[in-house]
């Protein structure tokens, strides 16, 4: 480790020392496509799960139509999510 990527980069998690973060860049280096993939599908499933939360704490009182009806406002942006599923439902 070391050399051009540590004298520039600058540490991206302020709970992490710069040496953990040199160890978990070099095993993100290391490790096979899959597992990038797989971690890659794990965070975003959990970037899903995070949006509906914040989604479901602001609409407790919205139907699982509507919620992923505001989902995809946020996923697809909201004019392709009005193409695809027509207009946002009010707000409660």
Sequence with gaps: M???????MRTQSPDNSPAAEQVLIELLRRAP???KLQLADRMSA???ELC???RRSRHPNATQAEMRRRFADIHLGPDLAAKV????PPDR
């Design 2 to 8: 070391g050399g051009y990527a540590s004298s520039v």
């Design 52 to 54: 509906l939360a914040g």
């Design 85 to 88: 599923f027509g207009p946002p």
């Design 33 to 35: 496509a899959w597992r």
């Design 46 to 48: 959990t970037v899903r």
